[in-house]
């Protein structure tokens, strides 16, 4: 018995009266001691009887019947009333049903005496299996990609036209690059996963960088294409891909090759390359920055060409 229950100097009665009619409307008969010991989650019954100075009148206070606490029906009489009503239902009855139609007993003293309190474990005990519950299943639980709202032309237009990495979409839509990613694949869009390592910038992309933010013009840094190129700068709205070639590094025979790859698929993506050599950077940076911003203008004539 719970002992966190409270004594009886610190319920009021009315409460008391409230709980045992509760009970007894629980149990379809005015409970025994034992039962509304079980049964009550407020008090236990030995205080009730302190207060009312006895359990009848206790009973009898709250407008109960303290003679039809004791239900003499014997256990074979139960058992033959359960067959009956279940041979009249034609299946396992309810609590409410077996109260509906009985003779003798009630489904209260069936649960006590056969179910220790339980109407599913009684039906068992009497040889019959209980009905299943008609619970309703859980509506769908929407998945976190669901609860971002995107859309999905522009995020297809953002990763096949603009050509950005899921991370500078996720950036951009401020969200996580995984709803990007999946989502991009719930559209169709092939997606490539990024197995690089973000390269040390070079002075002569610092230099780029910094005339390109001088003049305010939108770039974005070390940008990934599909996943299997790096471009040193990229315009997204205009898809200029810009290159900072080393004089030396560049020359070799592996990398023109490697590089020519690079432009090859670039273009096949509707890309513009823009490539400058070290030299050029260091010389005059900003002639450099001219001929970007003339492809700039030419793509977007209704810029105001800063000066």
């Keep these: 018995m719970d002992n966190t229950r409270g004594s009886y100097v610190d319920i009021p ?12 409307h629980e149990l379809g008969k005015p409970p025994s001691m034992a039962e509304f010991g079980h049964y009550s989650k407020v008090v236990h019954p030995h205080t009730c009887a302190t207060k009312f100075h006895g359990w009848k009148l206790f009973l009898t206070q709250a407008g109960l019947n303290p003679d039809a606490t004791v239900d003499r029906t014997t256990d074979a009489e139960l058992q033959q009333e359960f067959r009956r009503i279940h041979d009249l239902l034609g299946r396992t009855p309810t ?21 220790k309190g339980s109407w599913s474990e009684a ?9 299943p519950r008609n619970v309703q299943p859980p509506p769908p639980r929407k998945k976190g ?11 297809r237009f953002m990763y096949e036209e603009e050509g950005l990495s899921a991370r500078a979409i996720a950036t951009r839509l401020k969200c996580s690059p995984r709803t990007v990613l999946l989502r991009l694949r719930r559209i169709g869009v092939q997606v490539r996963r ?6 040390q910038e070079t002075t002569p992309e610092s230099l780029l960088y910094a005339e390109l933010e001088r003049r305010r013009i939108p770039f974005m840094r070390q940008q990934p294409i599909d996943g ?6 990229l315009i997204p709205g205009a898809k200029i891909a810009i290159e900072c070639d080393g004089d030396y590094w560049h020359k070799l025979p592996e990398v023109q090759e490697r590089d020519k790859r690079k432009d090859k698929y670039l273009k096949g993506r ?3 390359i823009l490539r400058f050599w070290e030299s050029e950077l260091k010389s005059d940076v900003a002639a450099c920055v001219d001929r970007i911003e003339d492809e700039w203008d030419r793509i977007r004539p209704r810029r105001k060409k800063t000066v």
């Design 194 to 199: 990024h197995y690089y390592l973000q390269p």
């Design 123 to 131: 039906c068992k005990v009497l040889g019959y299996l209980p009905r």
């Design 145 to 155: 990609i669901d609860l971002v709202k995107l859309d999905e032309a522009k995020l």
């Design 95 to 115: 609590r409410k049903e077996f109260d509906k139609c009985k003779l003798k007993g009630c489904s209260a003293t069936v649960k006590v005496r056969f179910g």
């Design 228 to 233: 299997l190129y790096v471009v040193d700068a």
């Design 13 to 24: 009665r009315k409460l008391l009266i409230d709980e045992v009619r509760r009970v007894a």
């Design 270 to 272: 509707r890309y513009l």
